[in-house]
């Protein structure tokens, strides 16, 4: 008998080898044996099991070890399988997805030794207040009894949906059950675990799992996972396809934050899995936010969701909202900050209140470009500009650098085209580098810092930013969207969104919605106490979105953006599924997926099934890394019927690579 197999770390190819007598007896497809490969032993999971040797074998092949258990919860083979038809994965995929994380030793033996965080020890509990005891009394049978029950918690801003999931981690844990907690940010899930670990001290073991726990701290989770003691694991992608026998909660919070999707192919989506994998276990599912998405509130209005709301502030109240036009030049203090939002950062700042403000946009500017000629610096291996960075150390742009490949060089001399003198470059735009060197020029009596991808990136920096204005160490904090998730800063009295409509018009059919959820979100950490909140929303144009922010009338804003839906017949109406074609050659990569194209909707016509087919397209940033890039879309009544159609693709005709993404919205 010969097995092949893929791997669960290191070589990405499928290898065969042979099945000794010893092995023999019940090994099948999906199942976990260790194999040789040189002088290591590697787990690996069988893909194809064959009592013919395989013809074209240039070397002599080796037996496998030994079969080994991953984990023996046939509930978790079954999510794992689900999840690759969902994605046209084999299924391996995501058994290794986890293992990378984790060592070849503890996948073996199924524990390590668990390392509680050490913590203070939190001395008071907040009294729930009516709304909160209602939400908890209504999903805690659920948690007791395991019972598929999925719930939107729509809790305005800081109403206090962190203590309805702490209760009901509690009561979960009371019946032998552990508990996945999703955020959407590594820096929330950071945070959230210090939390966590401060509130179930002594009680519950809470571990944080995702890239940038610590590799002895992965191992300790899938010990820990193993175990069949309640445990907490909190992270962004990773936790949702741990194997966690006694899982009896997931919750997700943010649920409608973009962070959930991932950036890389197959670009799995946590939300939906974990919708998923609650279904399979049958265990309650948690969604929580202030701002829902559009697809979850519709869930709720065609009964697939139950709803529990948290309408009030637990202490405070709504912030006052205050637009302001960007457009009129006399009245600004400088070209980003105008007289009002001058005025207002004075007064906060001579009560000893606290300022954050907000824009969606990291770098120093937008983009470099020549006043001779107009030519922009552009990325060698993307198809985009570079945005000039501005170094740790530099007093002045010292860097172009791509967003979307990290590659990086220094400002040219003179332009590429027109050879005309760097020194007449004009920078476009503006960042969050740029921002706080304007905010201290104009304020600098004040201690102001900025917040954003590039200092979340190192971890200790970012921690230290976030806790230094817990203190009131910051009296101005400047960021992107980061700042936006789930931060209670309960002196903050005053947000500044410094360009509202940067984002509005994003060439997707959610960028309204998008930007509704990140403008009052960020709007939100304002007012979060006694103190008085207010909001100021400077804008180039007068958008109606912008006198909708009230979150009270945020569900009036979702109904009207689904009756738009509805009737161009997008999601949550249908299913909305990518097919990305990617290859080196842009005339190859071209070709392919015009065929690919034409022979999808060929195979919908021959099986009769209602797909319309879109594409292909050159997307805005249609080179990456060197890699070209095109479109195809697919709209379907359901999923199943995309499924029927590229049952019958046959991605292997193609010298292009073929991704397929479903789209969820």
Not at 13 to 26: D, F, H, I, K, M
Not at 124 to 129: A, D, N, W
Not at 449 to 478: C, M, N, P, Q, Y
Not at 583 to 601: C, F, I, N, P, T
């Amino acid at each position: 008998m010969f097995v092949r197999v893929f791997l669960l770390r290191g070589w990405r190819e499928p290898l065969w080898y042979r099945v000794p007598e010893s092995c023999a007896a019940g090994l099948a497809r999906g199942m976990c044996v260790r194999v040789p490969l040189r002088a290591e032993v590697i787990p690996a999971v069988v893909t194809d099991v064959s009592s013919i040797l395989p013809k074209g074998l240039a070397f002599k092949l080796r037996d496998i070890i030994d079969i080994i258990s991953l984990t023996s919860d046939e509930r978790f083979k079954s999510f794992a399988e689900k999840a690759a038809r969902f994605y046209f994965r084999e299924q391996h995929y995501f058994f290794r997805r986890i293992q990378h994380f984790l060592t070849a030793d503890v996948v073996d033996k199924g524990s390590s030794k668990l390392e509680v965080l050490s913590v203070e020890v939190e001395k008071k509990r907040p009294q729930l207040t009516p709304a909160q005891l209602d939400a908890v009394e209504a999903i805690a049978p659920a948690c007791e009894s395991s019972k598929f029950y999925p719930t939107l918690l729509h809790g305005v801003t800081g109403s206090g949906k962190t203590e309805v999931y702490r209760r009901l981690i509690e009561i979960t844990a009371k019946s032998g059950k552990s508990t996945i907690l999703l955020l959407p940010e590594v820096s929330l899930a950071m945070q959230f675990t210090s939390l966590a670990a401060r509130a179930f001290a002594n009680k519950i073991p809470v571990f944080g799992f995702h890239s940038a726990s610590k590799k002895s701290d992965r191992a300790a989770v899938f010990g820990a996972a193993q175990s069949g003691e309640p445990v907490i694991i909190i992270g962004v992608h990773l936790p949702i396809f741990l194997p966690i026998p006694n899982l009896g909660l997931i919750i997700i919070d943010e649920e409608h934050e973009q962070g959930y999707q991932e950036k890389k192919h197959p670009r799995v989506n946590s939300k939906e899995m974990a919708l998923m994998r609650a279904k399979i276990y049958g265990i309650p599912i948690v969604l929580g936010s202030a701002t829902p998405s559009i697809a979850s509130l519709h869930g709720v209005n065609n009964g697939t969701l139950k709803c529990v709301k948290l309408p009030e502030r637990f202490i405070g109240d709504f912030p006052e909202v205050i637009r302001v036009p960007l457009r009129h030049r006399e009245k600004r203090r400088s070209f980003w900050i105008t007289n009002e939002l001058d005025r207002l950062i004075k007064d906060r700042l001579e009560k000893k209140q606290q300022i954050i403000l907000f824009l969606n946009r990291r770098g120093h500017c937008f983009f470099v470009q020549c006043k001779s000629c107009g030519e922009s610096v552009v990325c060698p291996h993307c198809s985009v500009t570079l945005t000039p960075h501005r170094t740790r150390t530099a007093t002045e742009n010292s860097e172009l650098r791509c967003h979307y490949c990290d590659y990086s060089r220094d400002i040219p001399n003179e332009c590429c085209k027109c050879s005309a003198s760097g020194k007449d470059f004009k920078f476009k735009g503006i960042g969050t580098q740029q921002l706080i060197t304007i905010i201290r020029d104009l304020y600098p009596e004040a201690r102001a810092e900025r917040a954003d991808f590039d200092t979340a990136s190192r971890k200790k920096e970012w921690v230290e930013t976030i806790d230094k204005f817990s203190r009131g160490e910051i009296d101005i904090l400047v960021g992107t969207q980061i700042v936006t998730k789930g931060y209670h800063f309960p002196n903050v009295t005053l947000v500044g969104v410094i360009w509202a409509d940067l984002n509005l018009n994003m060439p997707i059919f959610n960028a309204r919605e998008v930007a509704m959820q990140k403008l009052i979100q960020v709007a939100g950490r304002s007012g979060r106490s006694l103190k008085k909140g207010l909001v100021v929303i400077q804008s180039m144009v007068d958008d109606p979105l912008f006198r909708s922010l009230d979150e009270r009338d945020y569900v009036k804003f979702c109904n009207r953006e689904l009756e738009i839906r509805k009737n161009a017949w997008y999601p949550p109406f249908c299913r909305f599924v990518q097919i990305e074609c990617r290859g080196d050659e842009s005339q190859q990569v071209e070709q392919d997926a015009d065929v690919a194209a034409d022979l999808l909707e060929e195979i919908s016509e021959q099986q009769k099934i209602a797909i319309s087919v879109f594409g292909p397209v050159k997307p805005a940033v249609h080179k990456v890394q060197k890699v070209e890039i095109r479109h195809i879309f697919l709209k379907a009544a359901t999923f199943d019927e995309v499924h029927q159609v590229l049952r019958h693709f046959d991605f292997n005709n193609f010298s292009s690579q073929f991704f397929v993404t479903p789209t969820v919205g």
